[in-house]
């Protein structure tokens, strides 16, 4: 379930309260269900090429349809975990105020990760999306990313092109409280 915070500490868990706030921004969270078909793999921290390409093989169906629907040409599957090695460098890239030339398109299949964006009126909100939300960050979205506490997450990763997103800094100053990085 989806946690939506305010710069108020105010926040939202039911979708229909969530979807209007996301709105302004044009940002889509749906909800896609998971299935049993990537079972084990879930639970395992670290995955090899094979058991990636079987988890992103078990919701392709999902891809099929994005591909058709939006033009998406490829995806992959993103592991994070709190000892991996260059944790802390590729959390950071992404901590700060930036926008992208595509959209960022993410489906959390485990763990959990917050996505913070600035709204048209300059505030902040910050969305912890958890396993089997799906957010779409339409491009030139100022927004920052970062993990929750867990430091884990396991996330399909779509593109409509193969130069996947390129971070470009607005910097904005984020207003929460310091982000849980590595």
């Known amino acids: 379930m989806a946690i939506l915070t305010l ?3 105010t926040t939202y868990t ?3 309260e969530i979807v209007p706030i996301l709105s302004q921004l044009d940002v889509q969270l749906n909800y896609w269900t998971i299935g049993d078909k ?4 879930l639970a395992k921290d670290v995955l090899n ?5 079987q988890v992103l093989q078990s919701v392709d169906h999902y891809f099929e349809q994005l ?3 939006q033009g998406y040409q490829s995806r992959d599957l ?3 975990y709190p000892h991996l090695d260059n944790l802390s460098t590729l959390l950071n890239k992404f901590a700060a105020c930036h926008t992208h030339a595509d959209d960022e398109v993410r489906y959390i299949i485990d763990g959990e990760a917050v996505f913070g964006f600035v709204l048209p009126d300059g505030s902040q909100i910050e969305l ?3 396993p089997q939300e799906y957010i779409n960050v339409p491009a030139n979205t100022e927004h920052w ?5 867990s430091k884990r997450v396991k996330a399909v990763r779509y593109f409509t092109n193969n130069a996947g997103w390129v971070p470009v800094y607005t910097g904005t100053v984020i207003r929460f409280p310091a982000l849980i990085t590595a």
């Open 128 to 130: 912890t999306i958890q």
């Open 78 to 80: 993103i592991v994070l």
């Open 7 to 9: 710069e108020n500490q």
């Open 145 to 149: 990313f970062h993990l929750t506490s």
């Open 38 to 41: 990537a079972g084990e793999l």
């Open 67 to 69: 591909k058709t629907t």
């Open 49 to 53: 090429e094979e058991e990636k390409e």
């Open 14 to 16: 039911k979708l229909e």
